[in-house]
């Protein structure tokens, strides 16, 4: 029984799981498959805008893929505007904001194409607000209520399911504000068992403790989680180094327009179950815009030589 059903997934599943569209992720994960992921950084330094990115391509990149973002962090008001933002490639505060920029009438254009572009996805993106504290034990019941939902619409698409963010979720079995400890190993057992039950992948921001000086993390720098981060199929650690040192970052990289220096968003991939590739890759970030361009691999020597190799 186990022997068919796992030549069954296979070939199901020839290609792995599913892909972003960013060559060189997709090339060393092999795609998120079923399983627990983990993106970790540290606030206010782009990892939230990475994983809206990264839901939004697989949505757009696998023909039988649901992105469903939850985010217990930023309302839709903020979510929405950086989609239409990276898809159009227009300031986030233009499609915030349309009417301060009234006078500028292509900006206001792109803007509507990028909402008609957000009704035209509602089949394969959606996004749903939880309150801080929300328990990770209800997601099983968010899963079977999306699955019903798509096959009564006939869809074939299954979930693929983004949380921003992990250190927010609560537990039914630990309440807030006791062990700390207890609460994200209770949260982080949850969804690990919802992911291999329901055969689903789950990606999961998480946030740094300090860094205390630290050039670039490591994974014992992510904040308590149990030992959920073990057992992750994958763990992604972000650092955007214009974000911790502004103008004295030695990563970075320039633009005509800006005169000041842009993030590189390096992505280390710490831990990896899907193969043997444990690189470290890097992305042009333009904040503005909560877009990422991933750097190709002929450049990204150029940016591991200012990292000392």
């Given amino acids: 029984m186990l022997i068919e059903e796992f030549d069954r997934y296979c070939?199901?599943?020839?290609?792995?799981?599913?892909?972003?569209?960013m060559e060189q992720l997709d090339d060393a994960i092999i795609g998120f498959q079923p399983g627990l992921h983990f993106v970790a950084g540290m606030s206010n330094a782009g990892k939230s805008s990475f994983l809206l990115n990264l839901a939004w391509k697989v949505a757009h990149n696998n023909d039988d893929a649901y992105a469903l973002y939850i985010t217990l962090d930023d309302g839709t008001n903020d979510l929405l505007p950086r989609i239409v933002a990276m898809e159009q490639q227009v300031p986030i505060n233009t499609a915030r904001y349309p009417g301060r920029y009234t006078d500028f009438d292509d900006l206001i254009e792109t803007r509507e194409e990028g909402i008609r572009i957000l009704y035209d996805n509602v089949d394969k993106f959606g996004i749903m607000n939880k309150d801080y504290g929300w328990p990770a034990e209800n997601l099983e019941e968010l899963v079977k209520e999306y699955r019903m939902q798509l096959a009564a619409s006939g869809?074939?698409?299954?979930?693929?399911?983004?949380i921003d963010n992990f250190h927010d979720l609560s537990s039914e079995k630990v309440s807030i504000g006791t062990d700390q400890n207890a609460r994200f190993e209770q949260a982080g057992g949850a969804l690990k068992n919802i992911s291999e039950t329901y055969d689903v992948p789950i990606i999961a921001t998480a946030e740094y403790k300090k860094l205390e000086g630290k050039s670039r993390p490591v994974i014992s720098d992510i904040k308590q989680t149990g030992k959920t981060i073990y057992q992750a199929k994958t763990v992604m650690l972000c650092y955007n180094e214009v974000g911790v040192k502004d103008e004295m970052a030695k990563v970075y990289f320039a633009r005509e327009e800006r005169d000041r220096k842009s993030p590189i968003f390096e992505v280390h991939i710490a831990k990896n179950k899907s193969s043997d590739m444990k690189s470290r890759l890097f992305y042009e970030f333009y904040e503005e815009m909560a877009r990422f361009e991933e750097v190709p691999k002929t450049q990204s020597g150029h940016y591991l030589n200012m990292l000392g190799g």
């Fill in 155 to 162: 869809s074939d698409r299954d979930l693929c399911i983004f």
């Fill in 11 to 21: 070939k199901e599943n020839p290609d792995g799981g599913y892909m972003t569209g």
